[in-house]
């Protein structure tokens, strides 16, 4: 059974930091996609960054560019977020996820919910002024 428990989730201040973790058991996470959504009440689920399974490139919504980065560890078998300057509009649901092995335009496919073929449970992620 493939699960995924993800973790580091807070409530923190406008300008901190978090690092959520994504250990994930049942399924060997190196040479596949790994990423991460988030969805704030009355939304719809954004993609906020994503790894191709060759580790080769990186993606990240516009929002979040230079403060959040993505990255897996395959010892460990385990994906993780670090979250930097956070900002009140940062606040959401964070959702990890993870695809099967990385498509030629992962660019312009990541952002599909659809790719994906596992979800974490959610972490709340909660930025104050």
């Known amino acids: 059974q493939v699960q995924l428990v993800e973790s580091g989730g807070d409530s923190v201040q406008t300008g901190g930091s978090l690092r959520l973790s994504c250990p994930v058991s049942?399924?060997?996470?190196?040479?596949?996609?790994v990423g991460w959504f988030r969805q704030a009440p009355g939304k719809e689920r954004e993609g906020v960054a994503a790894?191709?399974?060759?580790?080769?490139?990186?993606y990240y919504a516009d929002s979040v560019k230079g403060r959040f980065t993505i990255s897996r560890d395959s010892y460990k078998n385990t994906h993780s977020l670090e979250m930097y300057s956070l900002k009140p509009e940062d606040t959401a649901m964070y959702y990890c996820?993870?695809?099967?092995?990385?498509?030629?335009?992962?660019?312009?496919?990541?952002?599909?919910?659809?790719?994906?073929?596992?979800w974490g449970q959610g972490t709340q992620v909660t930025v104050s002024s």
């Open positions: 790894l191709s399974s060759s580790g080769r490139s990186t």
């Open positions: 996820a993870i695809g099967f092995r990385s498509p030629d335009r992962l660019a312009s496919t990541w952002l599909r919910t659809d790719f994906w073929l596992y």
């Open positions: 049942g399924l060997t996470l190196s040479r596949l996609t």
